[in-house]
């Protein structure tokens, strides 16, 4: 993973753009398999991606409005998206030396243990915000 790529207008505009198509994707209600297939996380994936290969090009605070942004669709609280991706951000880019040069099944594993980690932080920031445990569904 080479520091070498600036980011120009281009790169930061398609992955801002990227980062805000999967906030709306992930907004809008689909019911594959009777509700058997667990979401996708799109934006968590964008910013995991971006965060390895590209970390110029998705500035944090992008980050922080996008998660903003996924809380007015959600009707929630401002607030938790947004910790749960600059988490995200923070922690791939922490990690960002060890993943570098690494096979896909690393990187998958990586991906889904940040996944894990960051989805318990949104319930419990959404458990406090409402003064009550959530269900984890």
Known sequence: ???RHYATFGTISTATALLF???TLLAVPVDLFEGAVPM???PLLVIFLYGLDRPTSLPVGVTFIAGLYLDLLFGLALGPWSVTFLLTHATILWQ???FAGRDASVLATGFA???VAVMTIFWLL????AARLLPMG
């Open 96 to 98: 960002r030396s060890y």
């Open 21 to 23: 198509e999967s906030c």
């Open 1 to 3: 993973m080479d520091d």
């Open 113 to 115: 243990i940040i996944l």
């Open 126 to 129: 959404s458990s406090i915000l």
């Open 40 to 42: 996708p996380y799109l």
